[in-house]
């Protein structure tokens, strides 16, 4: 199974490529979405393989791991941490399956994704660096620039909006 150092170094290609995607396509709002998940993917497989070399293959098991509700989990994350990771894993879903990332709303029409939902995206996913960081001092990310007028004056961690853009 993949190990701290591994899964960390998978996260920041997926961040190079997530860079790559936004300044050269960036309309293509459903595929960073869904980038900006798999990167926290990786981020959380990392710290579950330093919290209690754990590695889990499926999702349901992932959540269970570091829900900070469940009173058997063994790798719990903050509550801010948890809630990024499961929104960032609703909007992945919008974006590849149309539907909405909104549990409550059951439309039968297809739900595209937008700049809106990818900036909430970029919001999730620097709560979960800026976990990871705090957690683990070792790790370093660089800053981002993003094209997304939609986080524009939003005080991130490691995302900044692209004023040239």
Known sequence: MASFAEHI???KKN??????????HNSFWDW??????????HLVNAHLAQCADLHYRSHEDVRH?????NSLATCKLPETAYLAYMNLQLLSRRSRYLVSDKTENMTTEACFTSDKHFAKAVRHLDTLMSFMKSKYPDIEFEINTIDCDRIKGDSLSYYKHNKAA
Do not use: D, G, K, W
């Open 65 to 69: 791991a570091i829900n900070p509700f």
């Open 15 to 24: 961040i190079r490529l997530l860079n790559l995607v936004n300044n050269s």
């Open 32 to 41: 960073q979405t869904t980038v900006s998940y798999y990167i926290s993917v």
């Open 9 to 11: 170094e998978h996260a």
